[in-house]
């Protein structure tokens, strides 16, 4: 593993201890982090595998970073994104709905670039990828649902982080798939002369 990818994984391990110290809700941390101990390894396994490129690295990095600061203050009571709700007049805080779109953004091209090992054809890679990131998505959403069934209502709705919003795994999915589309766009557009040729 290259020097620079290994610098990557330090900061977030720096970053991620950082925010592990006195979470605002400890349990609730911890659930949100049980992830984190299954697919972190795996990432520096897929990355070793693979060889991630800088950017898609970049974009895992930020992904786990705003997922930490999501554990440590919870999802649904982020005070850094307070004056981004109050500026656009949100009636919610709209951190975790922002976390899943960029889910879609930025997830994106590293499973991409594992993706297109096996897929050679651009095109549909792009769609392996794209159905990959919705299947994600909704299949969280019925992990968090489980995951809330089975613990103390207050835990759980710190957790799920729905604020009252019914239709909040709905449009949480929705806008990871949008995020998801964003990308296609920009990979079809930065392939066209490949798809020209096809």
Not at 30 to 43: Q, S
Not at 160 to 175: E, N, P, S
């Amino acid at each position: 593993m290259p020097a620079s990818h290994k610098w990557f994984y330090g900061l977030y391990i720096v970053i991620w201890i950082a925010l592990a110290i006195d979470p605002k809700f400890p349990d609730d941390w911890l659930l949100e982090n049980v992830l984190v101990f299954i697919f972190f390894p795996i990432v520096v396994w897929l990355d070793i595998k693979y060889k991630f490129s800088i950017t898609a690295l970049c974009f895992l990095l930020l992904f786990g970073i705003l997922h930490a600061l999501g554990a440590h203050f919870t999802y649904a009571k982020m005070p850094y994104f307070d004056s981004i709700t109050h500026l656009f007049g949100f009636e919610r805080n709209n951190f975790d709905r922002m976390v899943h779109f960029l889910f879609g953004a930025l997830v994106f091209k590293p499973l991409f670039e594992i993706i297109i090992h096996y897929i050679k054809q651009v095109k549909l890679a792009l769609l392996f990828v794209f159905t990959l990131i919705a299947t994600i998505a909704t299949l969280y959403e019925l992990l968090e649902w489980t995951a809330a069934m089975t613990l103390y209502p207050e835990l759980g709705m710190a957790y799920l982080g729905t604020q009252g919003d019914i239709w909040d795994a709905h449009k949480d999915t929705l806008v990871a798939i949008i995020g998801a589309l964003c990308n296609i766009i920009f990979f079809y557009w930065h392939y066209r002369k490949a798809f020209e040729r096809k």
